[in-house]
């Protein structure tokens, strides 16, 4: 069975109605998520434990990455709940998973038993405490939402639109 031109029209006019209800709920889902995580790393001495915990920096290092990494959160999360600079800040945050998902993953090959610190916490734990598993699942799914924004960034209640950057 061929696609006729109405079949094709009809699903292409589906894909443009549907896509930007499908961009806002990333967009929002993932400035959730990226709140959350934030919020849970205050005070900032939880950050910097859970980065030290996954022993890849030094001190100094670890402790920048630490305090500063809670203010990207916040900041990546208000670009996107306000849908500014949406296909950047889509990337951004696929991106930023992918160095969760590799960080979880050093310290799972290094055979550490800690905290991811995703959401506060961090640091040591009984290795059968590790839930390196669902926080990688986890951590693809945001990524997943990322890059869908990076792909299809158009969105109702955006500024992009109001700028005229996607219609």
Do not use: H, N
């Amino acid at each position: 069975m061929t696609d006729t031109p109405d079949a094709t029209r009809q699903t292409t006019t589906r894909w443009e109605t549907v896509q930007p209800w499908i961009s806002l709920a990333c967009r929002l889902g993932l400035a959730a998520v990226l709140i959350t995580a934030a919020v849970t790393k205050f005070p900032p001495a939880l950050s910097v434990q859970a980065v030290e915990a996954y022993d890849l920096f030094p001190t100094d290092i670890a402790r920048l990455i630490g305090y500063t990494l809670p203010l990207f959160e916040i900041a990546l999360a208000l670009l996107l709940l306000l849908g500014l600079a949406t296909r950047y800040s889509g990337a951004v945050g696929a991106i930023l998973m992918v160095v969760f998902i590799a960080g979880i993953i050093s310290a799972m090959a290094r055979g550490l038993s800690i905290d991811c610190g995703c959401f506060g916490g961090g640091g040591q734990v009984d290795p059968e405490e590790t839930k390196y598993g669902v926080s990688i699942a986890r951590d693809i799914a945001f990524g997943a939402m990322g890059a869908f924004l990076a792909i299809w960034p158009r969105s109702p209640f955006a500024l992009d639109r109001v700028l005229g950057l996607y219609r």
